[in-house]
């Protein structure tokens, strides 16, 4: 890739020669500053799924500080940081090779606390209006973005053959805010964190007291200098530098969109369960504590994404993706199956165990995918652009696996959206979330097939 007469091969943060593909290159600096990037990048991604998906919990608490808002209504503010977090993700999935690396972290970062100082000063006053909140849901989309940006930004550190678990592990733990926040919000929001300046609790009917405020506050200070760490620790990549019509070629590009459907299929699943899981619970099973079980669904899969990178670079993403579908269709109908239907009064840890099955694969799939989409451009581009170079092509791989990688993820976080809708339809409609579950286990069916029939049978037009 591009060489300098630097000898640092740096100037300042932007690195003007980045070649991860060399090993001795590789070996002597650039896995240092890879690594560094990564351990800055994946507690800024955590908080931004942290404040993206505080809304999961802040709606169940809501009406216990007097916020008399339906079930619908609270399902709308549960699912509308997924609309906006998706929506931004698309735009977030080009600003890399724009902006830079460590420019974009910074000021992404930095930008979630509109949305945390919005919650804490907005739920403090019983006149707040509903379209307030549904202003400050919107704007904890902001959180969602960063994920499409961060993948990208941490693709273009990494040689191949390391690339799935580096990206699985950016990932994963990022996805450990969803979790974090689940475990942590509950807590924070049954103390005074911060004395006076915090504001005073709220007043329960009980006679107890909650400071919810603390859902949005407590981020803050991590925020702040998580944002520092970003613009002082890490780097920008010179070659990563490409044009907004540049990265457009994705588009034009078959697999991208095959990608998206999978990445739906894993990723949605495992963002929009994140969101709807607290509500669901609550809803279907009144009579148990669900905060206090909330967090355990998205701490599986964030793990399980973070801990499998590895299977998929051994045993081929398309192997492991189809499994992991079927799978998944299993664990669905399980869930189903444990639900309070007709007479049945259900069964809460059946149901629960289903769950967590079905966030454990969707981290096994969200890593899996991820690691496919290097290996399929690693064979189109040659097939396509049989014109470049082997220095070109490798270049124009790097970069549109990088663009794909953000481009799926922007498409699948919708997922975070129509989840929690589509059980709101289905309790309307039907009474219960069956009929939401029915369709999301025939989406897997379609996404096991497609994944057989591209990329994991016997003579796969594009084997990985």
């Known amino acids: 890739m591009a060489t300098t007469d630097h000898p640092s091969g740096r100037t300042g943060h932007v690195l003007t020669d980045w070649r991860p593909e060399d090993p001795e290159f590789w070996a002597g600096k650039g896995k240092a500053i890879a690594t560094r990037n990564l351990w800055i990048s994946i507690p800024n ?4 799924f942290s404040v993206w998906m505080v809304w ?12 008399d808002f339906s079930v619908g209504e609270r399902f709308w503010l549960a699912a509308l940081p997924g609309l906006s977090g998706a929506t931004l993700r698309i735009f977030y999935s080009f600003m890399i090779p724009i902006f830079g690396g460590r420019r974009w972290t910074a000021i992404a970062t930095a930008s979630l606390l509109l949305p945390a100082l919005g919650i804490g000063f907005a739920i403090q006053d019983p006149e707040t209006s509903y379209t307030t909140f549904l202003i400050l849901a919107l704007m904890c989309g902001f959180g969602g973005g960063n994920f499409a940006s961060s993948m990208a930004n941490i693709a273009y550190f990494y040689p191949k053959k390391v690339k799935g678990q580096a990206l699985a592990m950016n990932a994963g733990l990022g996805n450990l805010g969803v979790s974090v926040m689940q475990f942590a919000v509950p807590l924070v929001i049954t103390m005074g964190v911060f004395g006076a300046l915090g504001g005073a609790p709220q007043e329960l009917s009980d006679g107890g007291q909650l400071w919810l405020q603390n859902a949005g506050f407590i981020w ?6 998580g944002s520092l760490a970003a613009w002082f620790g890490m780097n920008d990549i010179a070659d990563a530098k490409a044009s907004l019509g540049q990265q457009m070629t994705i588009l034009k590009r078959y697999h991208n969109w095959v990608m998206c459907v999978l990445y739906i299929g894993t990723f949605g699943s495992f963002i929009g369960y994140s969101a709807g899981f607290p509500l669901l619970m609550r809803t279907q099973f009144p009579d148990v504590d669900a905060l206090q079980f909330a967090f355990l669904g998205p701490l599986v899969g ?3 994404r973070a801990g ?3 299977v ?9 993706t189809f499994w992991v579908f079927l799978g998944m ?8 199956w444990f639900l309070p239907l007709g007479d049945s009064t259900g069964n809460f840890w059946g149901f629960f165990a289903c769950f967590m099955a079905l966030f454990f694969l969707t981290g096994v799939g969200n890593a899996s995918t991820f690691q496919m989409i290097p290996s399929i451009m690693k064979q189109e581009i040659p097939r396509l652009e049989p014109q470049l170079d082997g220095t070109h092509s490798q270049r124009m791989i790097e970069r ?7 481009f799926t993820s922007a498409i699948a976080a919708y997922g975070a959206f129509f989840i929690p809708k589509l059980y709101g339809t289905s309790i309307d409609a039907t009474g219960g979330p069956a009929a939401a579950l029915y369709g999301f286990a025939a989406f897997y069916v379609l996404c096991a097939g497609v994944t057989w029939f591209y990329y994991s049978r016997k003579n796969a037009p594009v084997p990985c």
């Open 45 to 48: 991604l955590l908080m931004a």
């Open 56 to 67: 999961s919990v802040v709606v169940a608490k809501m009406p216990a500080i007097g916020f």
């Open 220 to 225: 803050v200070p991590f925020l702040i200098a």
């Open 302 to 304: 964030a793990l399980s």
């Open 308 to 310: 499998t990178g590895w």
């Open 312 to 320: 998929s670079d051994r045993f081929g993403g398309g192997r492991v």
């Open 329 to 336: 269709i299993v664990a669905v109908l399980g869930a189903v």
């Open 400 to 406: 549109e696996s990088a663009a794909i990688i953000a």
